[in-house]
């Protein structure tokens, strides 16, 4: 069974305090790992797709990277408004089923 | 582009009453999905269709869920009866056949009472 773990349940920063956001998975033959951005009352915003160990995307102040075991969102010199819910999702090779991870609320104080 | 359209934002029902939630996904992502999420979890899969036809419904609970596509585009996911449990965010989404990437509408929030 698919899996996603992600680490720390929550995280409180001060702005412009660089932290890393994880994402642990066990999945049969990777097909991408996703991010999205969920702020309260909304849905999922994507981000990023990685699909192979190695990969690395950027996007303003994020930039997320993949081994074969777990990524990693990176948060560059936060902002407030960079404070949401961070949820990590992976698909599988053999079936279009996305298996999310709890998610990680990040707070970004001024 | 216009996004992934639900609507009503939000419900407020008794149990044992019927509610139906509607979804218009992006223009011309043939797979469209009803996923369900609970306060502090991510979203959970209950049914996915490729244009009409319902390809996993695995997770629906067919006893007072059900969920139709016709002709493809537009999809309506209904619980009768509801329950106190129903209570959560419905979230649709839809993706095209080129990449695998799942956009996602807003969510109804229903609160059952």
């Known amino acids: 069974e698919d899996q996603v773990t992600q680490s720390p349940e929550a995280l409180r920063l001060q702005e412009g305090e660089s932290s890393s956001l994880n994402c642990s998975y066990t999945v049969s033959g990777l097909r991408g790992l996703f991010w999205y951005r969920q702020d309260p009352g909304k849905g999922p915003e994507f981000l990023f797709t990685?699909?192979?160990a190695g990969e690395e995307k950027e996007k303003e102040r994020l930039k997320a990277t993949l081994t074969k075991k777990e990524s990693f969102l990176h948060i560059t010199a936060p902002k407030p408004e960079d404070s949401a819910t961070y949820l990590c999702a992976v698909l599988p090779g053999a079936n279009s089923k996305l298996t999310f991870g709890k998610g990680i609320t990040l707070s970004v104080r001024p | 582009e216009a996004g992934v359209v639900q609507s009503p934002r939000y419900k407020i029902i008794e149990k044992k009453q019927p509610v139906a939630f509607w979804c218009n996904p992006i223009?011309?992502?043939?797979?469209l999905y009803w996923y369900l999420q609970n306060l502090g979890q991510g979203p959970e899969l209950l049914i996915r269709?490729?244009?009409?036809?319902?390809?996993?419904d695995s997770q629906l609970p067919k006893d007072r869920f059900s969920a139709e596509r016709l002709k493809g585009v537009d999809s309506t996911l209904k619980i009768q009866p509801a329950e106190l449990g129903d209570s959560a965010v419905y979230l649709c989404a839809s993706s095209n056949s080129v990449t695998d990437t799942q956009y996602f509408g807003p969510g109804t929030r229903l609160t059952v009472l």
């Open positions: 269709y490729e244009n009409e036809e319902a390809v996993d």
């Open positions: 223009s011309g992502h043939n797979t």
């Open positions: 990685l699909y192979s």
